[in-house]
């Protein structure tokens, strides 16, 4: 339908025959075609006039509805054709008029479903059930016979825009510019604003628009999106198919860090989904890094220029002012045992220092902190691009530096880190559209000082540089001797066997015994507690590293009456002998 929506039959026109023809003094015309069939022909409803042209009025009065609660709305004869009804509420009915006199022979009415629920559709009398009209139908309604009921031909359409959802957008996504005042809780758009929802032009949202606040107190992310009937801030994460508009983010202690900007442009919802998850946000061109001299130790060459940058989250691209002063950086760590994200800003370095030493962060003990970087270690720092809003404190955000989780005593591990080694905790929820862009790796060379020893360009996006594993991660590990590392990416668990070396003539087996290495230089009797034994499962493993038991054999007994493979003892006699031995939790037994 030219420059309208269009339609979706759902119902043939049904009712018995008459003879059709221009009605007087209506736009409307009941007629049969060429096969006999009954059909409405209405110039108001075809290429002359839209939808958005009809709940608007700009033709014809408009007859509302609007129900909040159960009830029934009544036509009058004298009521205008076109009839919306809004609301929420559930089992509510529209009558048809009173169609006893005569002059009523032909009246029409279109009746839109803008609420929430579906409605009745009755006769003047309750005693025919016309339809039942699903949100977002439209029913053509025109009588044909008199009586108090009438005889009505009706016809039932969707709207084509509510079964696709589409489309739904901002039509020039990238001159929005998307402002949060965290004293107002409101946000502001600027620009060119021009939106739609599922086809139909939303009419508030021009330059200067300002949202409804939020509540205060918020402690999480908040979500600003448009739903067809509302503007909604949610702590939920809005659906693909409504009109996305902001974001912003408070910390757990109520501060206000950044918002972000989600005015994208009309692309189909479902592809729009697809592309968030399998590309997200990306660097489309710029952010090019200046300033540093590598291996330096004075200051000022190692604190970097970023030129602008340009940075697409899906379909809408953003550009980033360069950061042009060899200080002012945002650093971001994590700390606590829930990994709590905190932000510095105003820092002159790019790492957070402890008098001139950098730290990197450490999970340890159950929780993240900051730890200086041991003397010739090194460790990475990483850029990240965020498609920031406009406001100052979240344009101070716009590039953030991220603590580096490990230390190494070598380059070439740094080297082979990623993005999806880090722990990303809430920043994978907090900032759905960052991306990374650069790693530097740093070394500490002695006195407490540092100096940058390589930059990497990081390329791909951000689904595919960052992956978190579902469940987060580990907020403390209870291990023995046994295992090392704190189950953290960057940080596994391993398994951890010190072997103990003997040198005596007797030993007794100890519960952190896993390998004992036998080189005494002596006949050597090793005992194993009747404690040990009762450990169903344990293995431990005997080797003659001296490789001189034919000289020294090497006997082991048990505490008490325990046997081993059935013998009180076992012995070691053949050089460079090695035996394993495993408890049933009563006895010994070699394997």
């Not at 014809?60 to 009804?85: C, H, M, N, R």
């Not at 379909?315 to 945002?330: K, V």
């Not at 900032?431 to 020893?453: H, K, L, M, N, T």
Request: aromatic share 8%; proline share 3%; glycine share 8%.
């Amino acid at each position: 339908m030219a420059g309208g929506r269009s339609l979706i039959r759902e119902e043939e026109l049904r009712s018995s025959k008459v003879t059709g023809g221009a009605v007087p003094g209506t736009e409307s015309v009941v007629e049969h075609d060429e096969a006999g069939n009954l059909n409405i022909k209405d110039k108001n409803m075809g290429s002359e006039e839209t939808l958005e042209d009809m709940l608007k009025g700009n033709y014809q009065p408009i007859k509302t509805f609007t129900t909040s609660a159960s009830g029934t709305g009544t036509l009058l004869s004298t009521d205008a054709e076109k009839v919306v009804v809004t609301g929420t509420a559930l089992d509510y009915t529209v009558k048809l008029p009173d169609a006893t006199s005569a002059p009523q022979i032909g009246k029409a009415h279109k009746i839109y479903n803008a609420s929430s629920q579906p409605i009745h559709v009755v006769s003047f009398s309750s005693s025919n059930v016309v339809t039942v009209l699903n949100p977002g139908q439209l029913l053509h309604a025109a009588l044909v016979a008199n009586s108090a009921d009438g005889t009505w031909v009706v016809g039932k359409f969707s709207i084509i825009e509510e079964v696709t959802k589409e489309p739904t957008g901002f039509v020039d996504p990238e001159d929005v510019i998307v402002t949060y005042n965290d004293t107002t809780r409101k946000i502001t758009l600027t620009g060119t604003v021009e939106a739609y929802y599922r086809g139909k032009r939303v009419i508030e949202l021009v330059s200067g628009w300002l949202s409804p606040a939020h509540d205060p107190g918020a402690t999480t992310v908040l979500f600003l999106y448009y739903n067809g009937s509302a503007f909604v801030w949610s702590t939920s994460v809005q659906t693909f198919d409504s009109l996305q508009i902001g974001f912003v983010f408070y910390d757990s202690g109520g501060t206000y860090q950044f918002a972000l900007r989600e005015s994208h442009g009309m692309q189909p919802w479902q592809t729009h989904e697809i592309i968030h998850a399998v590309i997200g946000t990306y660097r489309e061109s710029g952010a090019d890094i200046s300033g540093i001299v590598l291996d330096s130790t004075t200051a000022s060459e190692r604190r970097p220029l970023i030129s602008e940058a340009s940075i697409k989250d899906d379909d809408l691209r953003s550009i980033i002012a360069a950061h042009t002063t060899g200080n002012s950086y945002s650093q971001l760590s994590l700390s606590g045992a829930g990994g709590d994200v905190d932000f510095l800003t105003a820092q002159d370095d790019i790492i957070d220092v402890s008098g001139i030493t950098p730290e990197w962060n450490e999970f340890t003990g159950g929780a993240w902190q900051k730890t200086s970087l041991s003397n010739n270690y090194f460790m990475s720092v990483w850029l990240i691009a965020l498609p920031a809003s406009a406001d100052a404190t979240s344009q101070i955000k716009r590039f953030i530096w991220m603590a580096g989780q490990s230390e190494s005593t070598t380059i070439e591990t740094q080297r082979a880190l990623s993005p999806a080694n880090l722990e990303l905790s809430g920043l994978a929820a907090l900032a759905p559209e960052f991306v990374f862009i650069e790693q530097f790796i740093i070394r500490e060379i002695g006195a407490g000082d540092w100096r940058v020893s390589e930059m990497r360009r990081l390329t791909g996006t951000k689904a595919s540089t960052v992956s978190v594993a579902t469940g987060g991660f580990l907020s403390s590990v209870s291990s023995d001797e046994t295992l090392g590392g704190v189950g953290t990416p960057t940080s596994l668990l391993t398994t951890r066997i010190a072997p103990t070396e003997i040198t005596g003539a007797t030993y007794t087996v100890l519960a952190a015994d896993r390998v004992l290495n036998v080189n005494a230089g002596q006949a050597c009797t090793i005992t194993y507690p009747t404690a040990e034994i009762a450990k169903a499962g344990r293995v431990l493993e005997i080797k003659n590293t001296g490789r001189d038991a034919s000289t020294y054999p090497i006997t082991i007994e048990t505490e008490g009456a325990e046997t081993i493979e059935g013998e009180a003892d076992a012995k070691m006699n053949i050089n460079g002998m090695s035996l394993t031995l495993r408890t049933d939790g009563s006895n010994l037994h070699v394997t």
